[in-house]
């Protein structure tokens, strides 16, 4: 039955993507020029041709891993919004770490980056869930606000303290060579961060689907009485869900950083920790789909630009293009709702905020 | 830094500032107040403000006058309000997801239309604007005659805005009836109100205010259509709306507060770059997070914000 609700649900995915790509097909009219050429250009750019297939795997690498970080909570029935913030504190730790700490071996150093990238992240994103856990304050809201205040402080950090000397701009100091994440492609700048994140969705994948803790937590999600009677610890378990995320959305951040800037720029995420959650929708919940959609969304980005050479749209559609498929996904949310992954994960979220007030009050608000 | 508030000129500018930076956050806000006091959430505040920016400067741009521009403008942001009356109030889709997808589709949506309406030209647009009008008499009072009196008819309408909608909310029928849909919608459907025409009316008029805060941007701030240009204002209103406890008058409050925060940092940028302005940036999103967690005062939303309404339903 869960297979078939997959499937289902993989198919809405399809029929919004196709929908928003004709519906696109408008739009790139309206500017004047033929879709079908234009969305030629786009994915054969984007998938078919060497150095354009490198570009799509570099946008993966943020993408899948930001989708990670929505998709797990989600487990749990938890929202979260952070994971740009979380990809932001992610790059600082590891940047940190990149920078500052004695000398080492450079695959021993690469290691350390990425723990402290996901310590950075994964203590960001503790903040909403103990709020969320011990307080009964809303997740999403804070996750949101606070996606704005690492922000922040990464701008404060590269435009301050960490600011190296006659940079224009504010950008740190470049980290040593032997950090560089190896090519995956050569002459490419493919780097290992999407095999990372394809490894960790598996991963992810395999938990979800064999583990005790997999169980335990859809458990926490589905039935929050049942997984406290069994004794699970509702609180611990969406503390953890998002710990783990934030630590996903932190490596998103420490891999733009080691494979592929070599600096902590400010502003240096276009929003990955938004398109996470995109992607999240176009997966259902999937950690597998997580690397399909996120194939999907690195695609159009990278043939964007080939596209726009090739017959002159502008870019930006591939935007429109990605604003469609949310807004027809959210509209699929209205169809036979009550059978549906995002149904049910509604109703966990309802049962866990019960779980979490016993007196009936309810939660903070955005 | 502290030469601001000695210098009666510096402190009348450094207040103007404070003031028009708030303006486009205060009609946000009262928007969002005006959605969740009945019952529902508009996460979606963000995508509608920049809705109603790119309407105003389509407006501006093709009608060469601020007035066209507040039409379309205001008819956009209540476009996208549409979305999440639709999806959020009839089907019953979730209001987060929903208001989160609206963000996503205006960005997307207005980041493409902009290329294709304004062209090559975009950033160099220079659109018809509202013009300060300083009211004779109160003018002239030191300070406060220049910080208040002498803006343009946005700030004026923003004046009468506030007041009316706490009048409305807290001493009308009609005000009586949206918060008793926000608490109770049984109760209110019992007593013969119609729970689904009160929302979608507040959920449309949010989606009007949210696009009047956008038509601010460009008609009286800066002229012209970027994209992304709300940058986050709608978040901060909706953090505003929690600060002001869903109260209008309170989201004014926590909205001057917000614009203070904002002049101070841009004024720090500028006179002291070495205090480290990205605190005062922040502090909107601080300050509402504390607020939320209860550091400053106890959050009491509308009980049934963010669950929709089924009459058959248990």
Same mark, same amino acid.
């Given at each position: 039955?869960?297979?078939?609700?997959?499937f289902?649900?993989?198919?809405?995915?399809?029929?919004?993507?196709?929908?928003a790509?004709?519906l696109?097909?408008?739009?790139?009219?309206?500017?004047?020029?033929?879709?079908?050429?234009?969305?030629?250009?786009?994915?054969?750019?984007?998938?078919?041709?060497?150095?354009?297939?490198?570009?799509?795997?570099?946008?993966m690498?943020?993408l899948?891993?930001?989708?990670?970080?929505?998709?797990?909570?989600?487990?749990?029935?938890q929202?979260?919004?952070?994971?740009?913030?979380?990809?932001?504190?992610?790059?600082?730790?590891?940047?940190?770490?990149?920078?500052?700490?004695?000398?080492?071996?450079g695959?021993i150093?690469?290691?350390?980056?990425?723990?402290?990238?996901?310590?950075?992240?994964?203590?960001?994103?503790?903040?909403?869930a103990?709020?969320?856990?011990?307080?009964?304050?809303?997740?999403?809201?804070v996750?949101?606000?606070?996606?704005?205040?690492?922000?922040?402080?990464?701008?404060?950090?590269?435009?301050?303290?960490?600011m190296?000397?006659?940079?224009?701009y504010?950008?740190?100091?470049?980290?040593p060579?032997s950090?560089?994440?190896?090519?995956?492609?050569?002459r490419?700048?493919?780097?290992?961060?999407?095999?990372?994140?394809?490894?960790?969705?598996?991963?992810?994948?395999?938990?979800?689907?064999?583990?005790t803790?997999?169980?335990?937590?859809?458990?926490?999600?589905?039935?929050?009485?049942?997984?406290?009677?069994?004794?699970?610890?509702?609180?611990?378990?969406?503390?953890?869900?998002?710990?783990?995320?934030?630590?996903?959305?932190?490596?998103?951040?420490?891999?733009?950083?080691?494979?592929?800037?070599?600096?902590?720029?400010?502003?240096?995420?276009?929003?990955?920790?938004?398109?996470g959650?995109?992607?999240?929708?176009?997966?259902?919940?999937n950690?597998?789909?997580?690397?399909?959609?996120?194939?999907?969304?690195?695609?159009l980005?990278?043939?964007?630009?080939?596209?726009?050479?090739?017959?002159?749209?502008?870019?930006?559609?591939?935007?429109?293009?990605?604003?469609?498929?949310?807004?027809?996904?959210?509209?699929?949310?209205?169809?036979?709702?009550?059978?549906?992954?995002?149904?049910?994960?509604?109703?966990?979220?309802?049962?866990?905020?019960?779980?979490?007030?016993?007196?009936?009050?309810?939660?903070?608000?955005? | 830094?502290?030469?601001?508030?000695?210098?009666?000129?510096?402190?009348?500018d450094?207040?103007?500032?404070?003031?028009?930076?708030?303006?486009?956050?205060?009609?946000?806000?009262?928007?969002?107040?005006?959605s969740?006091?009945?019952?529902?959430?508009?996460?979606?505040?963000? +995508?509608?403000? *920049?809705?109603?920016?790119?309407?105003? #400067? &389509?407006?501006?741009?093709?009608f060469?006058?601020? %007035? !066209?521009?507040v039409?379309?403008?205001?008819?956009?942001?209540?476009l996208?309000a549409?979305?999440?009356?639709?999806?959020?109030?009839?089907?019953?889709?979730?209001?987060?997801?929903?208001?989160?997808?609206?963000?996503?589709?205006?960005?997307g949506?207005?980041?493409?239309?902009?290329?294709?309406?304004?062209?090559?030209?975009a950033?160099?647009?220079?659109?018809?604007?509202f013009?300060?009008?300083?009211?004779?008499?109160?003018?002239?009072?030191?300070?406060?005659?220049p910080?208040?009196? +002498?803006?343009? *008819?946005?700030?004026?309408?923003?004046y #009468? &805005?506030?007041?009316?909608?706490?009048?409305?909310? %807290? !001493?009308?029928?009609?005000?009586?009836?949206?918060?008793?849909v926000?608490?109770?919608?049984?109760?209110?459907?019992?007593?013969g109100?119609?729970?689904?025409?009160?929302?979608?009316?507040?959920?449309?008029?949010?989606?009007?205010?949210?696009?009047?805060?956008?038509c601010f941007?460009?008609?009286?701030?800066?002229f012209?259509?970027?994209?992304?240009?709300?940058?986050?204002?709608g978040?901060?209103?909706?953090?505003?709306?929690?600060?002001g406890?869903?109260n209008?008058?309170?989201?004014?409050?926590?909205?001057l507060?917000?614009?203070?925060?904002? #002049?101070?940092?841009?004024?720090?940028?500028?006179?002291?770059p070495?205090?480290?302005?990205?605190?005062?940036?922040?502090?909107p999103?601080?300050?509402?997070?504390?607020?939320l967690?209860?550091?400053v005062?106890?959050?009491?939303?509308?009980?049934a914000?963010?669950i929709?309404?089924?009459?058959?339903?248990?």
């Amino acid at each position: 039955m869960l297979g078939v609700i997959r499937f289902i649900y993989l198919f809405k995915s399809v029929w919004a993507i196709l929908l928003a790509l004709l519906l696109g097909s408008i739009l790139i009219q309206l500017a004047g020029s033929d879709p079908l050429d234009a969305y030629a250009a786009l994915f054969k750019g984007a998938f078919f041709e060497y150095f354009g297939f490198g570009n799509t795997l570099v946008k993966m690498s943020p993408l899948i891993l930001a989708g990670l970080a929505v998709t797990i909570p989600l487990r749990a029935g938890q929202f979260n919004i952070g994971a740009e913030g979380q990809i932001y504190m992610g790059a600082l730790f590891a940047t940190l770490a990149a920078l500052y700490l004695p000398a080492m071996p450079g695959w021993i150093h690469v290691l350390v980056c990425s723990i402290a990238g996901a310590i950075g992240g994964g203590l960001w994103a503790l903040i909403p869930a103990v709020l969320k856990a011990y307080h009964r304050v809303n997740e999403i809201i804070v996750t949101l606000l606070m996606n704005y205040v690492a922000i922040n402080i990464v701008s404060y950090a590269v435009s301050g303290p960490m600011m190296a000397p006659e940079a224009p701009y504010p950008y740190s100091d470049e980290i040593p060579e032997s950090l560089f994440l190896p090519h995956v492609l050569p002459r490419t700048d493919a780097h290992l961060g999407v095999v990372v994140g394809v490894v960790l969705a598996i991963v992810l994948f395999a938990v979800f689907r064999r583990s005790t803790f997999g169980f335990s937590l859809a458990t926490v999600g589905r039935n929050p009485d049942a997984a406290r009677y069994a004794g699970m610890s509702v609180k611990r378990h969406i503390v953890v869900a998002f710990v783990v995320a934030g630590a996903m959305a932190g490596l998103a951040g420490t891999y733009e950083v080691l494979g592929l800037k070599y600096r902590l720029f400010h502003h240096f995420s276009p929003g990955y920790g938004y398109d996470g959650i995109v992607i999240t929708f176009l997966a259902g919940g999937n950690p597998l789909f997580v690397v399909v959609a996120a194939a999907f969304l690195g695609g159009l980005r990278s043939g964007a630009g080939i596209m726009q050479r090739a017959v002159g749209v502008d870019t930006t559609v591939v935007e429109a293009i990605q604003g469609l498929v949310v807004i027809l996904l959210a509209m699929g949310l209205a169809f036979r709702f009550e059978q549906t992954f995002w149904a049910r994960v509604l109703r966990k979220r309802k049962e866990v905020a019960g779980e979490l007030s016993p007196d009936g009050q309810p939660e903070n608000p955005p | 830094m502290i030469e601001i508030f000695l210098d009666p000129a510096l402190l009348t500018d450094f207040l103007r500032t404070s003031l028009r930076l708030s303006v486009p956050i205060v009609f946000a806000a009262v928007g969002g107040v005006l959605s969740e006091r009945s019952g529902v959430y508009n996460i979606g505040l963000e +995508g509608m403000m *920049l809705a109603g920016a790119f309407g105003a #400067a &389509v407006g501006a741009f093709f009608f060469d006058t601020p %007035f !066209a521009g507040v039409v379309t403008g205001a008819m956009c942001g209540m476009l996208a309000a549409l979305i999440l009356a639709v999806l959020g109030v009839s089907l019953g889709v979730n209001q987060i997801v929903t208001g989160i997808a609206i963000n996503l589709f205006v960005l997307g949506l207005t980041s493409f239309l902009s290329r294709v309406v304004f062209g090559a030209q975009a950033n160099t647009l220079n659109l018809q604007g509202f013009k300060p009008l300083a009211i004779p008499g109160l003018i002239s009072i030191p300070v406060i005659g220049p910080v208040f009196f +002498g803006q343009d *008819l946005l700030v004026y309408l923003m004046y #009468a &805005v506030v007041p009316l909608l706490y009048f409305m909310m %807290f !001493a009308t029928p009609w005000g009586l009836n949206i918060r008793a849909v926000g608490e109770n919608p049984r109760a209110a459907d019992t007593a013969g109100v119609s729970v689904n025409a009160v929302r979608y009316a507040c959920v449309l008029g949010s989606g009007l205010f949210a696009g009047l805060g956008g038509c601010f941007l460009v008609l009286s701030q800066v002229f012209l259509f970027s994209e992304n240009m709300s940058a986050g204002k709608g978040f901060i209103a909706l953090a505003a709306v929690i600060l002001g406890r869903w109260n209008p008058v309170g989201a004014l409050l926590a909205c001057l507060l917000f614009g203070f925060f904002d #002049a101070l940092q841009l004024r720090l940028q500028f006179l002291n770059p070495e205090v480290p302005h990205e605190i005062f940036v922040a502090m909107p999103y601080v300050v509402s997070i504390l607020a939320l967690v209860g550091l400053v005062g106890r959050p009491s939303p509308p009980a049934a914000a963010g669950i929709p309404y089924r009459r058959e339903a248990k």
